[in-house]
C-alpha cells in the first residue's frame, strides 16, 4: 500500500553539471566544438568511401561502417549534454533516458562487432593474401555489417525492456553526465540483481572481442616480422597501427566521458591523417566542393 502512494518518477536530473552562472560556458564551446568535429570529420570519411572508386574494398569499407556509426554513437550523448550545459532544468524524460541507454550501448556494441570485423579482415589480408579476394567478398562483407548492426541492438533489447517495466518512485538524480544502466538502476525502487544475467552476458561479448581481435594483431605482427622487405614490412605496420590504436582507445576507455567522447574524435583524425588514400579522398571532396561552391557563387 506504501508502495501504491508513492509518486512515479517521470523525469531524471543530472546533478553532475554545472550552472550557467558558474561557467559552463566554459564547457559547452570546447564540446560543442568537439562534436562538430567529429559529425564533420567522420562524415567526410563516409563519403570519401562511397564516392571514391580507389577506397572500395573491405578495409575501407569496414572504416566508413565505423565512422558512420561513430556519428550517431556521438548524437546519442553529446547534443544532450549540450542542452544540459546552457538549460536550467538539466533533466531529461523517463523514456528519453531509456531510448539514450538503449541507442548509446547499441551503438557501442555494434562498434565493438565492426572493430572485430575489421581485425578478421586484416588477418586475412596479411596472414592469407592469396586467398584474401575469394573471402573477405563484397556480399561477405555487407553480411558482417548487417550482422554485427542487427546482434548489436537485439543484444541490449532484453534488458531495457525490462528496465522499462521497472519502478522509479525517487529519487531521481543521476550522477552521470548522461544516462547509463548503473546510475538508473540504482535509483528504481525494487531489487535489480536480475541484471547481473545481462551483464554477464555484455561481459562474455566484450571479453570474446577483446579476443578474437588481440589474438588477430599478434598474429599479424608475427607475419609482418618475417616478411624480409624493410618497405613492405612498413606499409603493413602502417596499414593496421590505425586499426590497433582506435581498438586501444575504445576498449581501453574506462571514463564514461573518454567513452563517449574523446574516443569518437580521435576516429577521423587517425583515418585522414595516417591513411595516403584517405587523405587523397578528402582533397577531391573537398575540392569537388569548392568548385560547386563557387560555379554556384558565379551563377548568383
Not at 6 to 32: A, H, N, R
Not at 173 to 201: G, K, N, Y
Amino acid at each position: 500500500m506504501a508502495q501504491e502512494n508513492q509518486t512515479m518518477v517521470t523525469e531524471f536530473y543530472f546533478s553532475d553539471f554545472p550552472q550557467f552562472e558558474k561557467g559552463s560556458l566554459l564547457f559547452f564551446i570546447p564540446l560543442f566544438l568537439i562534436y562538430v568535429f567529429i559529425i564533420v570529420g567522420n562524415f567526410m570519411i563516409f563519403f570519401a568511401v562511397q564516392l571514391d572508386a580507389c577506397l572500395h574494398n573491405p578495409m575501407y569499407h569496414f572504416i566508413s561502417i565505423f565512422s558512420f556509426l561513430e556519428i550517431w554513437y556521438t548524437t546519442v550523448t553529446i547534443p544532450k549534454m549540450l542542452s544540459n550545459l546552457v538549460s536550467k532544468e538539466k533533466t531529461i524524460s523517463f523514456t528519453g533516458c531509456l531510448l539514450q541507454m538503449y541507442f548509446f550501448h547499441s551503438l557501442g556494441v555494434t562498434e565493438g562487432l565492426v572493430l572485430t570485423v575489421m581485425a578478421i579482415d586484416r588477418y586475412v589480408a596479411i596472414c592469407h593474401p592469396l586467398r584474401y579476394a575469394t573471402i573477405m567478398t563484397p556480399r561477405l562483407c555487407i553480411q558482417l555489417s548487417a550482422g554485427s548492426s542487427i546482434f548489436g541492438f537485439l543484444m541490449l533489447l532484453p534488458e531495457i525492456v525490462w528496465i522499462s517495466t521497472l519502478p522509479f518512485c525517487g529519487p531521481n538524480q543521476i550522477h552521470q553526465l548522461f544516462c547509463d544502466f548503473e546510475p538508473v538502476l540504482r535509483l528504481a525502487c525494487t531489487d535489480t540483481s536480475m541484471i547481473l544475467i545481462e551483464d554477464v552476458i555484455h561481459a562474455i561479448s566484450i571479453v570474446t572481442s577483446v579476443c578474437i581481435i588481440t589474438l588477430s594483431y599478434l598474429r599479424i605482427i608475427v607475419v609482418i616480422l618475417r616478411i624480409p622487405s624493410g618497405k613492405s614490412r612498413q606499409k603493413a605496420f602502417s596499414t593496421c597501427a590505425a586499426h590497433i590504436t582506435i581498438f586501444l582507445l575504445f576498449f581501453g576507455s574506462a571514463i564514461a566521458l573518454m567513452f563517449a567522447v574523446l574516443a569518437p574524435l580521435f576516429n577521423p583524425i587517425i583515418y585522414s591523417l595516417r591513411n595516403k588514400d584517405m587523405k587523397d579522398a578528402i582533397k577531391k571532396i573537398l575540392f569537388l566542393c569548392s568548385q560547386k561552391t563557387f560555379s554556384v557563387s558565379r551563377s548568383q
